[in-house]
């Protein structure tokens, strides 16, 4: 009995333990004290732990298996970096100049060889093509000539992982190469191979942050001159019921919204919604953010954070007839020319009770603060760039974009320029 219980305990403890650990040191001045890990489903990021900074370092645990990519996160100053796992330890440091970093010196097998294989990736795309150009001015025995060979050699084979010490990082270089690969001659995928791939491969592919760039692929593969019938032809070999097809059908209704591809991206939208098994969450959370900002939604509200101009506390507590909702940024060219033609008409607006609204995707304080102080409707940010929280909350995937809300918060309408807004209420 005695020594039943020690074997329990023993087992018991060993399921509690980590799998793995990741940990971040930083200098002392490194602003930072939260940090947030994610892993990925497909190309979205999910957030795994938060650790606070302890002794100029931030320690995560894993206790499950997980083999993939990872991103930390730094939201108080807006850094992120890129490591991943194979299921094992690993140990980063961060180079930073004041709160920006700088590099990042990984201690551990995986993420040093990670990082060889994404720079020799770099080489093959960018200079091995013009070393062979080059080599064809020289004699290959001289050298010069011999110099070049050697390189075009040693680039050429670079790459070859052993699948057994590391088999996410082995996966990752193998089908990058063989699909995505820009290698000078390389001939593109065919769209029945990237199927076979996307329908039988592990499920490593889901962590490996391929999906999104192998759908563009195959979307623009062979001139495509008929994407509803590729994406049926595709989400019919994948089997859209079960969770890797749910995950491509999220991937391509995001891929049809980035694109301004209305029609496509509403038709797949409405397959998703009529699916009749069980939804996956990342399915369910594309539904849901496309569903708050339908024409006819209630605008989800959101909480200020120091918004200028207002005294409100919220975007439902700022009261007009009607509102015009604008997410922008200063670095945003697009915006830069739109944003003053609204500024000419804003005595008009306000003078018929409509106030406008201006969440901007900023990231650098004193840009935000010299260009909104020249604005005289409500703005406010996160500072936070495209991981503000109100970018998934509201299906952003662009600056600007607009929406038009009457006195109830709901959405009248979605101009696509400053000059549908403008026409809208009969400023042009």
């Not at 990082?169 to 290698?183: E, F, P, Q």
């Amino acid at each position: 009995m005695k020594k039943t219980s020690i074997l329990f305990l023993i087992l018991t403890a060993a399921g509690l333990s980590a799998q793995f650990t990741v940990k971040v040191q930083a200098p002392e001045n490194f602003a930072a004290k939260e940090a947030i890990i994610y892993t990925l489903n497909g190309s979205k990021d999910i957030i795994a732990s938060k650790e606070i900074k302890k002794n100029n370092s931030w320690l995560f645990t894993f206790p499950k298996s997980y083999t993939g990519m990872l991103k930390i996160y730094f939201p108080e100053n807006n850094n992120s970096i890129s490591l991943i796992s194979e299921n094992k330890d690993a140990v980063l440091t961060l180079e930073t100049d004041g709160k920006k970093i700088k590099e990042v010196v990984y201690s551990d097998a995986s993420n040093k060889l990670m990082d060889e294989v994404q720079e020799n990736q770099l080489k093959k795309e960018s200079i091995l093509p013009a070393l062979k150009q080059i080599k064809e001015y020289y004699k290959s025995g001289s050298e010069f000539g011999t110099a070049l060979d050697k390189e075009i050699g040693v680039i050429a084979a670079s790459g070859i992982i052993d699948p057994a010490k590391h088999p996410f990082i082995n996966y990752y270089n193998k089908n990058y190469n063989k699909y995505l690969g820009k290698n000078a001659g390389q001939k593109e995928p065919m769209q029945e191979e990237i199927i076979s791939f996307l329908s039988n491969s592990t499920d490593l592919l889901e962590t490996s942050s391929l999906v999104r760039p192998l759908l563009v692929a195959y979307l623009n593969s062979g001139s495509n001159t008929n994407v509803d019938g590729s994406v049926d032809r595709l989400l019919t070999a994948i089997n859209v019921e079960t969770p890797r097809g749910q995950m491509v059908l999220s991937e391509l209704i995001d891929i049809f919204d980035v694109y301004e591809m209305a029609s496509l991206k509403d038709k797949y939208l409405l397959k998703a919604k009529n699916l009749k098994c069980t939804i996956t969450d990342r399915l369910a959370n594309t539904i849901k953010v496309n569903k708050n900002v339908e024409m006819g939604a209630k605008f989800p509200d959101y909480s200020f954070t120091n918004a200028t101009n207002t005294k409100a506390g919220s975007l439902y507590d700022v009261k007009a007839k009607q509102k015009i909702i604008i997410f922008w940024s200063s670095t945003c060219s697009h915006c830069e020319a739109e944003i003053p033609k609204l500024l000419e008409k804003y005595n008009q607006l306000k003078a018929s009770n409509v106030e406008v609204i201006g969440l901007s995707l900023d990231t650098e304080k004193d840009a935000y603060d010299k260009k909104v102080s020249a604005l005289p409707w409500v703005n406010t940010t996160e500072l936070k760039g495209w991981n503000s929280s109100f970018a998934e909350t509201y299906n952003i995937h662009a600056t600007p974009t607009y929406f038009i809300l009457d006195e109830n918060n709901t959405i009248i309408d979605k101009p696509e320029h400053v000059g549908d807004v403008l026409e809208f209420f009969k400023l042009k």
